[in-house]
């Protein structure tokens, strides 16, 4: 059992930046692969970037790939997204997610924060 807090959103104008963390609850943090998902009103829940148990090894959707970095420390038992050239279809709800197998589909994490809204304004 994980529970998970994200914060770090807010607004921000196109091209800047922002970095969303997210801090889990329980001591086995480091047993689970995290992730990063976003979603707007009326649309699915979609993936936007995973991260493997160790950190070395890390996964991104297309459209964010060379603009986001996903990291965690698992001494501080949270995980990071540094979200950089944001753009108004980076406006979202992310959520953060913990899995003990998945890699990009929703169904298959378990554990979900409750989401911070990321608003770039043009």
């Known amino acids: 059992q994980v529970q998970l807090v994200e914060s770090g959103g807010g607004s921000v104008q196109a091209g800047g930046s922002l970095r969303l963390s997210c801090a889990a609850s329980?001591?086995?943090?480091?047993?689970?692969?995290m992730a990063w998902f976003r979603q707007t009103p009326g649309n699915e829940r979609e993936f936007v970037a995973a991260?493997?148990?160790?950190?070395?090894?890390?996964d991104y959707a297309d459209s964010v790939k060379g603009r986001f970095t996903i990291s965690r420390d698992n001494a501080k038992n949270t995980v990071y997204l540094q979200m950089n050239s944001l753009n108004s279809e980076d406006t979202a709800v992310y959520y953060c997610?913990?899995?003990?197998?998945?890699?990009?589909?929703?169904?298959?994490?378990?554990?979900w924060g409750q989401g911070t809204q990321v608003t770039v304004s043009s």
């Open positions: 997610a913990a899995s003990l197998v998945a890699s990009r589909g929703v169904n298959e994490y378990d554990w």
């Open positions: 991260i493997r148990r160790s950190g070395g090894s890390t």
């Open positions: 329980g001591r086995t943090f480091s047993g689970y692969k």
